[in-house]
């Protein structure tokens, strides 16, 4: 029965690593063996024939001048065992060495003239003559048309040729099984960090995630992918630890709320002829507005987490016009909240949602601790565009500047004289600036690092420009009306540019 087309691939891919490299270099060995052999043998070969022609043609050569000088003897000697014939013009041998024929020439007329023409040896069966196996044979011409033949056996040739093509056939097929063998010890040690690796994976699991890896002692590929494990599994460990911080954290807020709501219920529903039950829903209201406050600034987070650090849209935004919108809705704030636009036409590429979202967080964070008044800023600075909102509150100590970026953290000041919110407004700040490229600190608003409280609060957000406009080189900004004052902007919302100067 015929195998299915592509049986064979799949029988080598389901066989192990380990295997695979070790056939494979047999085969590479194997291969690169024979093709060696092959070159060796015919090299061999050559060089023994070689020599041996050359041994032909140097006798030739002797007898040649002995015959031209009248040396030679009715028989020639054989040393060395070279056959020699000298024959007439006429083609009878007059001269030959003890064991060669007498009567019939190694070569016929024209073989002779052809060996003499190409200067080269050539081969020749012995057998016809009484010779067992092959010859080399080669002729010269001598004086007065005569022509010596030198014939010379290449039998010790052709066995040492038998004897290396025996030990390589033997040789070669051990060498293979030997790098086998070698091979597969030096595969399975290099692959043993990795079976390490594989079981101490393994073990890992969600009662035991502070796990690491085995990391190899030898510094290779093995040592680097468990140190990149590692990272990743405390990476990983990191995430999962914040976030059961923050299902803790959150279901710690949702408390609260969530008691005082049944609480009020619970009282109302056992003494219903005296409740004011206006009173209860509007209780019940606020406390649902701080659940509706948490679950929005979750999602926003869950949200923020999700994309990676990635805007959901990009496109141009106008901050321009984004502070403009985001200041006016506070025209019924109990402090003002005045706006100075010092160089309009500043873009950005972001989401416009997240970018206000950022302002809202940051105004309510500053009008919830302003004892008179919250200023919001724009202006460039180099290839950024500068976003900042002051307020004249108690401040916040130095140390504690970058604390309150974390998630669900309220501190023990007076900037947490009220209830506020959950600790979230400025971690869904700082997650959704990162993601815009940019930062966000916090710093003194009185403009000194040592005076840590008492001086205000002013939250700086930088953001890259998408065009960098020319600065706008007018006078500076008038100094911001009170609202309150008489003539002031109604509602206590302050707007301001330098261009409309």
């Not at 070279?82 to 003890?98: D, K, S, W, Y």
């Not at 097929?173 to 079976?195: D, E, K």
């Not at 995630?209 to 494990?229: F, G, K, N, Q």
């Amino acid at each position: 029965m015929a195998a299915e087309p592509g049986s064979a691939g799949r029988w080598w891919r389901r066989k192990s690593l380990r295997f695979r490299v070790t056939a494979a270099a047999a085969a590479v060995l194997a291969l690169a063996l024979a093709i060696s052999a092959w070159v060796l043998l015919g090299l061999l070969g050559r060089s023994l024939t070689a020599t041996v022609d050359d041994s032909a043609l140097q006798r030739a050569n002797r007898v040649r001048a002995d015959a031209d000088a009248g040396r030679l003897p009715p028989e020639l000697s054989n040393p060395d065992g070279t056959l020699i014939q000298v024959i007439e013009p006429g083609g009878r041998v007059m001269h030959a060495t003890v064991g060669t024929d007498r009567l019939v020439p190694l070569l016929g007329p024209a073989a002779r003239a052809q060996a003499i023409r190409s200067d080269q040896a050539g081969d020749l069966d012995g057998a016809p003559y009484g010779i067992p196996g092959r010859l080399r044979v080669v002729a010269v011409s001598a004086d007065h048309g005569r022509v010596v033949i030198a014939a010379r056996s290449i039998a010790e040739v052709e066995k040492s040729l038998a004897a290396a093509t025996q030990v390589l056939l033997f040789g070669t097929p051990l060498l293979v099984i030997l790098l086998a063998a070698v091979s597969w010890m030096i595969v399975g040690g290099t692959l043993r960090p990795i079976s390490s690796l594989r079981r101490g994976a393994a073990e890992i699991s969600g009662t035991a995630r502070s796990r690491r890896l085995p990391v190899p002692e030898a510094d290779d590929e093995v040592h680097s992918l468990a140190m990149t494990l590692n990272d990743m599994l405390a990476r990983l460990e990191e995430a999962d630890t914040r976030q059961r911080a923050l299902v803790s954290d959150a279901a710690h807020e949702l408390r609260s709320p969530l008691a005082s709501i049944r609480l009020q219920l619970e009282v109302a529903l056992g003494h219903p002829e005296g409740q004011d039950w206006r009173e209860t829903a509007e209780g019940v209201l606020e406390d649902a507005m701080r659940l509706s406050r948490l679950a929005e600034d979750l999602l926003a987070l869950a949200r923020l987490d999700e994309r990676g650090g990635i805007p959901a849209r990009r496109e141009p935004v106008d901050l321009e016009g984004l502070v403009r919108q985001g200041v006016e809705r506070y025209a019924d704030s109990p402090v003002t909240v005045s706006c100075a636009v010092v160089d309009g036409g500043l873009s950005v590429t972001g989401d416009a949602l997240d970018l206000g979202r950022v302002l809202t967080n940051l105004v309510d964070n500053a009008v919830r601790h302003a004892q008179a008044g919250v200023s919001v800023e724009l202006r460039a600075e180099g290839t950024a565009a500068l976003l900042t909102v002051t307020d004249d509150g108690p401040g916040i100590p130095d140390a504690d500047r970058e604390r309150v970026f974390d998630r669900f953290t309220r501190l023990d000041t007076a900037r947490s004289r009220d209830e506020g919110g959950a600790g979230l407004g400025l971690a869904i700040v700082r997650e959704t600036v990162r993601a815009h490229g940019g930062s966000v600190h916090l710093e003194s608003a009185g403009g000194s690092e040592d005076d840590e409280e008492g001086q205000g609060l002013r939250a700086v957000v930088r953001l890259p420009l998408t065009i960098v406009p020319a600065l706008y080189a007018g006078p500076a900004s008038r100094p911001v009306p009170d609202a309150r004052a008489p003539g002031g902007p109604v509602n206590g919302a302050v707007l301001e540019s330098a261009k409309d100067q």
